[in-house]
């Protein structure tokens, strides 16, 4: 038992987090003897005030009183845990012969005033996540123990996958699944939207501006292409003068396309995509050739050795990143945690952001699912032993309630005084 707790624990004060049960128990009984003391005072100064003339009466009226009042809530706070003196008097041990009723009322309780969703999205706001975690991460230290966990996390998820239960999975899951529909539809829809969204434009400024370099390094391979296609009967002066002009014309077309966001041949490649994206989702011939081949890449034979290879390379490459602290892997991500930190501190929009999808998040989880997560309350009580359940609750909340005890003697004291009193004067 802690030696640092016990002031804590004393008459008045409350039990708070981190007490063991041993120190609820020992609280427990002194506050029982503090109670039980009161009334024997009450017995023992009613024994030696009975008959006594005078002002004794007052005392022993007082004292007979604050029997009565102690009897009773000890009768009463009893009552809620067991059956006082053990006898089967009714509408006591609420606790053993209720505690499903019990546990299903603060369940109810708990999700109707504590799980409700304004509560829970009022909470979130006020606590400010986006700015600590913010603090958190911009520091290196808490950048670094994120990754660190996560890298044990997956390296242990890693360790224990094997790489034919990976491909085994791979090819009944998303393969078969794959291959059992036709995905034509689908594919042309989606390049439907890509284009009307302009989304492709980045990849197409990307190919040009690699065709571009290519095409400057490459002038001599280019001119030899063309000129290797002559006729044997056309001069080398005008072969050469034919290879400099196409690589000419082919490198300034190129030029003005990367220049030139309207230059028709871009919105070439546009109706190109458009058309091929229609014709996947409504020509039949197209949908026919791409459904074929299709089939021939999900069935080749070497599909499977393919992903199994892959998934073997990646492995070994996330295994040997996750356990160097130093790989670039770790390195990364720990700057980027520590970019993601200092925008959620100096960035008001983002953290906003962030926050008001935390959220929507929590409310909708709360929302959904909040009666099933106040079901562990009603649960857990159901499989308590009726004594058991009676033993637990007393031992948190029967120290404070043997307070009633004690008022309820103070309390019949006076009552008692304050009726012998007007008795006397009215008599």
């Known amino acids: 038992m802690s030696t640092t707790r016990p002031p804590a624990l004393a008459l008045g004060e409350g039990i708070g987090d981190g007490v063991t049960d041993e120190e609820r128990r020992s609280a427990l009984r002194r506050m029982r003897l503090l109670a039980t003391g009161l009334l024997v005072v009450a017995a023992v100064v009613y024994a030696l005030t009975v008959g006594r003339a005078g002002g004794w009466g007052y005392v022993n009226a007082a004292a007979e009183a604050a029997m009565v009042g102690a009897v009773a809530d000890w009768f009463a706070v009893t009552a809620i845990f067991r059956h006082p003196l053990r006898l089967p008097i009714p509408h006591t041990a609420l606790i053993p012969r209720r505690k499903e009723a019990l546990g299903k009322s603060l369940e109810q309780f708990v999700a109707e005033n504590f799980l409700a969703e304004d509560v829970v999205r009022d909470k979130v706001q006020r606590a400010g996540i986006p700015r600590r975690v913010g603090s958190w991460l911009s520091d290196r230290g808490g950048s670094r123990r994120v990754v660190e966990e996560a890298s044990t996390i997956l390296t242990g998820a890693l360790g224990i996958l094997r790489d034919e239960e990976v491909t085994t999975v791979i090819d009944q899951v998303l393969v078969r699944r794959l291959a059992a529909q036709s995905w034509s539809p689908t594919l042309g829809r989606l390049l439907e939207e890509v284009v009307r969204d302009g989304t492709h434009h980045p990849v197409v400024d990307l190919t040009l501006i690699e065709v571009q370099t290519w095409l400057r390094r490459n002038e001599t391979l280019v001119r030899r292409l063309v000129t ?200």
């Open 228 to 427: 290797d296609r002559a006729p044997l009967w056309v001069p080398d002066w005008l072969n050469d003068r034919l290879g400099k002009r196409v690589y000419a014309e082919a490198q300034r077309w190129v030029d003005e396309m990367v220049d030139d966001r309207g230059h028709t041949g871009r919105k070439a490649i546009d109706d190109l995509l458009a058309r091929y994206a229609d014709a996947l989702q409504n020509d039949p011939d197209t949908r026919a050739k791409a459904d074929e081949f299709q089939q021939r890449l999900l069935s080749s034979p070497g599909l499977a050795d393919t992903v199994a290879g892959l998934w073997s390379s990646v492995r070994g490459f996330l295994l040997d990143a996750l356990s160097d602290p130093d790989s670039s892997l770790r390195v990364r991500s720990e700057e980027a945690l520590v970019d993601v930190g200092h925008r959620l501190v100096e960035d008001a929009a983002f953290a906003a952001r962030v926050e008001g999808h935390l959220t929507d998040a929590a409310g909708h989880v709360v929302r959904r699912f909040a009666p099933e997560l106040a079901t562990v309350i009603s649960d857990t009580v159901a499989r308590w032993d009726g004594d058991d359940a009676a033993r637990r609750i007393e031992l948190h909340v029967g120290r404070d309630l043997q307070f009633i005890r004690i008022n309820g003697t103070v309390v019949g004291g006076l009552v008692g005084l304050f009726i012998h009193t007007v008795t006397v004067l009215a008599s």
